[in-house]
């Protein structure tokens, strides 16, 4: 979902009623993850926070992408994750902790503070960057930016 916003503070604030979810889930992520550069992202379908960042390529574009991504949507707050575990994407290894109906692809919908699985939300998190850590470039630390 794309939210008018410019900055981190003002997606929190634009964030409706799930303000209190994403700034706690932002919480986390900087605590569990703070080797990850925080930045504000907004795409032309998309808002979000990013953390990290790495190189991306597909047929017809390439850029950076966050390692791990919020974005508030509709009914949930995301959790965007671009690691892999033996080919697959990281959050499928994560289906029993947070329910076969909240893990996507490469995404964790995440409904409210109630029902927020933290220890299983906290554990991803750290595989993630582990993951990142042990990609050649480092991914996460501003790699996609270096030039050789």
Do not use: H
Request: glycine share 6%.
């Amino acid at each position: 979902m794309r939210i008018e916003a410019v900055s981190i503070e003002d997606l929190f604030q634009k964030s409706g009623n799930k303000e209190e979810l994403i700034r706690l889930l932002d919480r986390i992520i900087t605590e569990e993850a703070p080797g990850l550069e925080r930045q504000f992202f907004s795409g032309p379908s998309i808002t979000m926070i990013g953390y990290g960042e790495m190189p991306w390529n597909t047929a017809s574009a390439s850029g950076t992408w966050p390692v791990i991504s919020l974005a508030p949507q509709k009914d949930t707050v995301n959790l965007y994750i671009a690691a892999e575990k033996e080919g697959k994407p990281l959050p499928s290894f994560y289906i029993e902790d947070f329910g076969k109906s909240a893990v996507g692809k490469s995404c964790v919908r995440i409904r409210s503070v109630k029902t927020l699985k933290k220890e299983a939300l906290i554990s991803l998190i750290r595989e993630t960057v582990q993951w990142a850590d042990a990609e050649k470039n480092r991914y996460g630390r501003r790699c996609a930016a270096k030039t050789e």
